[in-house]
């Protein structure tokens, strides 16, 4: 009786958490790997390059005051949002809060490129990035063991072979 109410629960949360955890881990996976291909390329400008050759320099305290900065700097564009909201702007104050946290993400993690190796120098944050990563790579990991995931991950690449056929017949018959 109670091995079947626990499995009976934990489908049950299955069937709560994998749609969102999967969300979760596709959207991180997918937008952190293109926004880094947008930064690197920005980062080669040449004024930026300049900039990002300062920041490798910085001690650990400045290099962790710039790593925080861009959190910070969303706040105002938060304030405008909800400012556009009240006065009932509602598109646009969402696009405003998407748009300004895609740029803050893009410029953190940029900067966490670029300042990790200094940031690390700080017995507490080397603590807290080992520690970040190990529970984000058990949850990856636990979230992509289960069915559910394994079976959209499936139809995903079955989707990407059939694009893949349709653009390479389409390339061919243009020809």
């Known amino acids: 009786m109670m091995q079947s ?3 009976h629960l934990e489908r049950a949360l299955e069937l709560a958490i994998v749609p969102l955890a999967a969300a979760i881990v596709f959207f991180e996976q997918t ?3 293109y926004l880094n291909v947008l930064t690197e390329a920005f980062g080669r400008w040449p004024p930026v390059a300049r900039l990002e050759a300062r920041l490798v320099k910085l001690s650990p305290w400045p290099a962790l005051f710039t790593f925080v900065a861009p959190s910070i700097l969303i706040l105002p564009i938060k304030v405008i949002a909800f400012w556009l909201a009240l006065k ?3 598109l646009t104050a969402l696009v405003s809060v998407i748009l300004g946290k895609l740029l803050a993400t ?6 966490y ?4 190796p200094t940031l690390m120098q700080l017995r507490w944050f080397a603590w807290a990035d ?7 790579d058990q949850a990856y990991a636990f979230v992509k063991s289960l069915p559910a995931w394994q079976k959209a991950a499936a139809a995903v690449q079955s989707m990407k072979v059939w694009l893949t056929e349709l653009l390479s017949s389409v390339l061919r018959r243009a020809r």
């Not at 490129?113 to 990790?116: E, S």
């Not at 080992?130 to 984000?136: A, D, S, V």
């Open 106 to 111: 893009a410029i953190l993690a940029r900067l």
């Open 31 to 33: 937008l952190i790997r």
């Open 130 to 136: 080992t520690q970040f990563f190990y529970w984000r």
């Open 88 to 90: 009932g702007h509602y």
């Open 5 to 7: 109410m626990k499995r």
């Open 113 to 116: 490129r670029i300042l990790r």
